[in-house]
Structure formats: structure tokens, C-alpha cells
């Protein structure tokens, strides 16, 4: 990136108020090249400077679970909300950022860091539990982590930001209540019970997923786990979103 880029990167992070904060502007610079060279064919001239560094700094920023104020960056992109919404959806999908979302960063950016723990142990669970003979499925896609930060929530009797979950999990509404509904299947199998973070009864809800798996096998009634990757392949998934990401851009250019 130009000289001038890298200035106005860390005036707008100063100004975000995310200047101490020492790994931002390097993870923002790195974002910053990596849509240069995606968007060499010129898409991304519909952008303005300020709005496209803007957005770089809120990617790094989710990236790295860090706060960040999207009223203020709203303001210094020069962008409406709506826009702003889409300008960042269409980045991470060209950026290809969207697997890269943990529990961790989920749990920041909802204020939920209290059941990052038993959020884990669950999606760890449910790895076992739907991956049986699903040597296909890629658990990176954040879907899985966002809906084992909501479960964990409602397990700890906690207030789940459904809205903010469904929103990071990248799933249409409809998707997002196929994979609740498997979820709820596999929740039958844990230990009924507070959940806690105690590492005993952990490994002993493994235990006992782990049996349930295995009795479920031996049965042969022919009733295989339910799997979210009827929702989609993620490889397709990837590929549909990317192309999606390039006419959105071309939209914004044309309606600018």
C-alpha cells in the first residue's frame, strides 16, 4: 500500500480510539494489501479511501476481538448504514476472513465471555457427535462456533444476542433454525443439568456423547445424525459467496 494509506490508517485508528492497541494497524495493513491485490481488476474503485481503510480497521478489529466503535466508524467512512453493512460483508467474503471467526472473537463481540468456556467443551462435543462418517465437514465456518456461544448461553441461563449470533454465523434465518433444530438433537445426548466448567463433568459429558454415538452405530436402524451440511458444502459455499461478493461490488460501483 501507498505511503499516504498507511498515514490515514493510523489517523483513523487514533481517531476509533484503538491507537493502543499494537496489533491493530499490522493486521489492518495486511488486510489492506490482500484487497489490493483481490481487487486488482479495479472493483473496488466505487470505495473511497476512507471508507475502504475504515473497513479494513473493523475486520482487523473482529479478527483480533477487539472493541470497536461502529458509530464512529460509520461517521469517518462517509458511508450510510446500509451500505457500510454491505461494504463489510462483501470485504469479508472477498478476504475470505469468514472462517477465521472463533468462539473467542464471537464472545467479545457479543459480551458473552463468560460462556466461552462451556461454549468449547460444547462445540467439541458436537464435532464428535456430527462428525461420524462426515469426513466433508469443515467446522472453520462460523456457523458452528456462533451456535455453540448461543447454546452455551442458554444452558447458563443467559440471555442468548440471537440477532448479533445469526448475523456473525453468515446463515440465512432459515439455515440458522435447520442447524438449532439438529442442535437440539444433539444437546438430548449431554447430561441434563447445570453445565459448568468444572473439567470432571466435562469429560463426562464426552463420555457420554461418545456412547450415545456408539450405541446409536450399533443399533443399525439406519438413522444417521442429523448433519448441518445439508445446509451446504462449505467448498460451494465459499465459491458461491466469493462471486456474490464481486456483483455486489460492481452494484455499489454502478448505483455510486
Known sequence: MASGDNKLLYQLIQKLGLANYESLAPKATELQRLLEIRSSSGT???LGDYAKVTLCIDLASSLLGLPFDSDMALKLSGM????????????????????????????????????????????????RYAGQGQGETDF??????????????????????????????????????????????????????????????????DINVKDKVEESKGSGAGQKHASPEKLEPYHN????????????????RSSG
Not at 80 to 104: C, F, Q, V, W
Not at 163 to 179: A, E, G, N, R
Not at 191 to 199: E, F, I, R, W
Open 80 to 127: 450510510k448504514k446500509a451500505s457500510y453493512a454491505n461494504g463489510r460483508r462483501t470485504l469479508e467474503k472477498i478476504l475470505d476472513i469468514n472462517k477465521t471467526l472463533g468462539i473467542g472473537e464471537i464472545c467479545v463481540q457479543v459480551g458473552m465471555s463468560q460462556v466461552q468456556k462451556e461454549a468449547t467443551n460444547l462445540l467439541e462435543a458436537y464435532k
Open 44 to 46: 473496488m474503485t466505487n
Open 140 to 205: 472453520t465456518h462460523p456457523q458452528y462456533a456462533t451456535m455453540a456461544v448461543f447454546q452455551a448461553c442458554k444452558r447458563q441461563a443467559v440471555k442468548p444476542p440471537k440477532t448479533k449470533l445469526v448475523t456473525l454465523s453468515h446463515l440465512k434465518p432459515t439455515q440458522w433454525t435447520m442447524l438449532e433444530k439438529n442442535w437440539d438433537k444433539f444437546l438430548t445426548t449431554l447430561p441434563v443439568g447445570k453445565q459448568s466448567g468444572k473439567p470432571k463433568e466435562a469429560q463426562e459429558g
Open 237 to 252: 459455499w465459499k465459491k458461491r459467496m466469493l462471486e456474490k461478493a464481486y456483483r455486489e461490488l460492481e452494484q455499489l
